[in-house]
Structure formats: C-alpha cells, structure tokens
C-alpha cells in the first residue's frame, strides 16, 4: 500500500499539492522504544503509521507518565507537528512501543497544504478533535470516578478470592459490582492492557502486573 | 463595534458567506445562570461573547462540577457546535456566569462555510487547540502535582497563623514554598479567583470561600 491510500483527504488535494507531498514525503523505519517526538524540542512533522504502534504521554517533573493515547496503523499522529499551530500550548512524548514505519510529511510542507486546503484543515480538526475526546475521557475516569483506581482494586480482590491472575469475568460483571457501563469497563480494560498490566482474551482477564495494579489502587 | 470586527477571519470570507452570516446571524441577551449549551442534548452553534461572561464544565455522574475554561468578552466558544465534528466525543456544559450578550452562528451554517473556507478551518482548529491546551493544564496541574491542594493548604495555613484572610504575600514566595514557578502559581490562583475562592490584587490575597477551600484541600 502506498502513502495516497493511507492519506484520507489525498483525492481533494490538487496536483501540486500532490506533488509537494510526494517530493518531501519521508519513509522512517524506527526500533521500538526509539522517542520520536520529545515536547517542544521536536517539530518533525504529521506521522502516519504504516505498521507498528506509537504511544503518546506527558511527563511529571518527577518522571512519572500518563499515556494519553496510542497510535495504531493507519492512524495519523498531529502532535508531532505541535508547532504548526501556536495554540497548542502543551508538550507530550511520543515513544515507539513497537518496530514502527513510518511516513513522515515535515511541519512546514503540511502547513502550507493546510493553510490553502479546506479539506485538509478539516481533516486536521477531525484528528484533534479525537485526540481531545480521548484525553476528555481519560480526565474524567480518573479525576471523577477513580475508575481506574475501581477496576483495579476489584480485579486484585477477585485475584485474592479466587488465588489466580486467571479471573473468569465478563466485562458486564464488573460494570455491575462498581456501578458503571460494561462499555465503560471495556475501555478501562484495554487502558490496562495498553500499560501491560492485563491481558484480555474471551471471557478472562488475566493480571500481568500485580505490582502495578496494586500502584493504581493505592495511588 | 459589530460582528465583523469581532470575527477574526470575516475578511478571508468571500462575498457569499459573509452574506449567508449576516443573514442567519442571531444576536441573544442571556442573564447570569442561564445554561447556554447542555451536553449533547444542544446544538446551538457557534457563539461569539460580545460582552459578559461564559463558564464551561464537565459534571459527574454525581453532579460535581469541574470548571474547563471561562470565556470573556470577543472570545469563540466552539463546544457549544460540538456537532458539527463528529470526532468530539464529549459533552461539555457552557453556563452564563454574568449577564451576557452573544452572537449565534448557526452550527450548519458555520460547518458549510467551514467546509469550503481553509482559513474558517484554520481558525477553528486554533480554537480547539486553544481549548485542548487550556484541558492539558488542568489535568497535568491536578492529577500530578495536585498543585489546587498545595496551594489550597498553603493559604490556609497562612491564614492560619496570621488569623486573618488577608494574606500579604507574593505569588513567587508561594512558589518558592511550594516548589513551583510564580506562572504557574498566578495561573492556579487566577482559577481560584474564577471559582470564588479567593480574590487577587496587588500584593494581596483574600481567602472568600474557606469551606469551598478546605473542600480542594482534602479532596
């Protein structure tokens, strides 16, 4: 698969913007745990992840982390290019979780084709809209129903219960014995297994790091 | 003064949409409390303050309130038209805080224009990365510093020991005490001040609220 197919708004560009892309595009293989994007040091430009995984976080002064999101195929990462917007006013990391390609378009050629193309502004908002909702989301399960804290500390008792990390649950069942949405818990879950702290298969959640979930409890 | 000076990009705007503005535009008088936008429950559009004063939140299951952002006189508030992005998976709720006047553009009118106009498109995304960024403090400064609790007990302590609540002291000693930076701490107290807990002026604070206080402090 080449860029055009990947790149969603490729048919609404005109032919030179086509052809400024394609001139600067930048194809990057990068070794997992390599940092591509380092706060406001960095300006690399939009990242499209071909293949691989990307996770997004920030950074305590202490050097503790909070993922905000991850990045699969096909997804499109903006805040690499913080700085062809100058209202964004905060700094994240990028770190390549997995061997990742990827095709890099640098900051100034998407902010020319940005500045000019409607639907590439729009599509830009779309992605920042979504990076938004995810840290919206993440804000409120954690400032508000210590959810994270929640699932944690029912995933640990139901460990103790039962003497195994192997705990046959359904994610409905949870939701139930903590007041919230199985959707909800579902999207906790998989929080959690992003961070290696479970492993989620059919009707089981396995605890990889008793450890950390333990951290989450107590925080 | 009139729409068109308020509105950064009216120049960029062809004849066309500036006529289709003009003529769905909606000019509303709105008193102190009243809720401008609910949830999902609202599509209104985008609104312009002329004057007052707009105050966006988040609210819990359980009905606490976390302040966003306030918006004042000539500022944009684009969440109250979250529809017309269907990557904003949130709900936000926008109250009048003061007696307030604003402009409406309807949301569909402003997505059609939006759609055609990249400057309209650039515009908007600064808008929400503007409000993004304003989302990223708050969430560093409460979920890892907890720097609304340190300042919170700071200032009662203060209060404490000199038996008044008015308290004599620079925002950079309470950042030295604390170990902060004067910015960040003038930036936490100007939320205060927005929330009425304190009031702020020159080389003085004054603790209003120490119930609303000690609320944040042991939180």
Not at 102 to 126: G, H, Q, R
């Amino acid at each position: 698969m080449s860029f055009d197919t990947y790149f969603p708004v490729w048919d609404k560009l005109n032919t030179e913007q086509k052809e400024l892309i394609s001139k600067s595009l930048i194809t990057q293989r990068i070794e997992k745990g390599t940092i591509v994007h380092n706060g406001a040091l960095d300006c690399t430009g939009l990242l499209l992840v071909k293949s691989g995984q990307l996770r997004t976080y920030i950074l305590s002064d202490e050097g503790r982390e909070i993922t905000l999101y991850r990045l699969f195929d096909m997804d499109m990462c903006l805040l690499s290019a913080s700085c062809i917007m100058r209202s964004i006013q905060f700094e994240v990391t990028i770190e390549a979780e997995k061997d990742t390609t990827l095709w890099i378009i640098p900051a100034e050629i998407y902010k020319i084709i940005m500045d000019k193309s409607a639907p590439v502004a729009n599509y830009t908002n779309e992605l920042m809209a979504s990076r938004f909702s995810d840290v919206m989301w993440l804000m409120e399960q954690i400032m508000w129903k210590s959810l994270d804290k929640r699932v944690a500390m029912f995933l640990l008792e139901e460990s103790s219960i039962e003497g195994t990390n192997e705990l046959k649950i359904t994610h409905e069942t949870i939701a139930n014995h903590i007041g919230s949405h199985r959707e909800v818990i579902t999207r906790m879950l998989r929080y959690f297994q992003g961070e290696g702290l479970v492993k989620l298969s059919r009707g089981k959640i396995t605890i990889l790091d008793e450890k950390g979930m333990e951290e989450i409890r107590d925080a």
